[in-house]
């Protein structure tokens, strides 16, 4: 069965640190890998996505990720974290056979703190 | 910005009324979903639609009925709301071309 899960449901760093949001994911097919943010009150936004080739992407907010299929995981990383990221993050796979399909992750929460 | 729009965006209703939430799009994308946002749940999807009158059920679609009766609109209907219906609903195109979802700005439901 397709799932994904993130182990974190809460995570506090420090404004300037460095971060790594965890996603493990469960599927039958070659994943297409997603993460988005939500800030509080707001619809959800695309960071960045993983279909093929380079396993190391880039998003937008200087966010990464890295993809490791002998791990099954698609962790998302950010090397110094400001006050504005402070919001929750999902991660998502789909593609494959159920390919109009995407499973989420129950989201991790980030408090920076000043 | 997707061009999705969700009316309404806030709605208190009564245990056992009918709801319809409706997603708008413009630009015409053939896929459209229903999901619902519940705390330690992430997203769960509801409905969704491949194409007009063309819709499929999704992981937690007991209690919901869906109709697309044309491209720019998908509408959720709840037959007879339930206080376990109380969530955030967010609708979502998957644009063909990136294979990608994005989601309007969501309906907070409240079923007293």
């Known amino acids: 069965a397709q799932s994904v899960t993130q182990p974190d449901i809460h995570i506090t760093v420090s404004e300037g640190a460095s971060l790594e949001l965890r996603c493990n994911y469960s599927?039958?097919?070659?994943?297409?890998l997603f993460w988005y943010v939500q800030s509080p009150g707001q619809g959800l936004q695309l960071l960045l996505k993983?279909?093929?080739?380079?396993?190391l992407v880039q998003g937008i907010k200087g966010f990464e990720a890295e993809f490791k299929r002998s791990q099954s995981s698609f962790n998302l990383r950010k090397p110094s974290v400001h006050w504005s990221d402070a919001a929750e993050y999902f991660c998502?796979?789909?593609?494959?056979?159920?390919?109009?399909?995407?499973?989420f992750g129950s989201g991790t929460k980030l408090n920076v703190k000043p | 910005d997707a061009g999705i729009t969700q009316s309404p965006r806030h709605k208190v209703t009564e245990t056992g009324t009918p709801v319809t939430l409706r997603c708008h799009q413009t630009?015409?994308?053939?896929?459209m979903y229903w999901y619902r946002q519940d705390p330690g749940h992430g997203l769960r999807l509801i409905h969704y639609?491949?194409?007009?009158?063309?819709?499929d059920k999704g992981e937690v679609s007991d209690g919901y009925s869906v109709s697309r009766s044309k491209t720019e609109d998908f509408l959720l209907t709840l037959e007879s709301a339930t206080s376990s219906q109380t969530s955030v609903y967010f609708c979502?195109?998957?644009?063909?071309?990136?294979?990608?979802?994005?989601f309007g700005p969501g309906t907070r439901l409240l079923v007293l």
């Open positions: 998502a796979v789909g593609g494959g056979r159920d390919f109009n399909k995407f499973y």
């Open positions: 599927y039958g097919a070659t994943p297409y």
């Open positions: 993983y279909f093929s080739g380079d396993t």
């Open positions: 630009e015409n994308h053939r896929y």
């Open positions: 639609s491949y194409g007009v009158k063309d819709t």
């Open positions: 979502a195109i998957k644009d063909r071309g990136q294979e990608t979802q994005y």
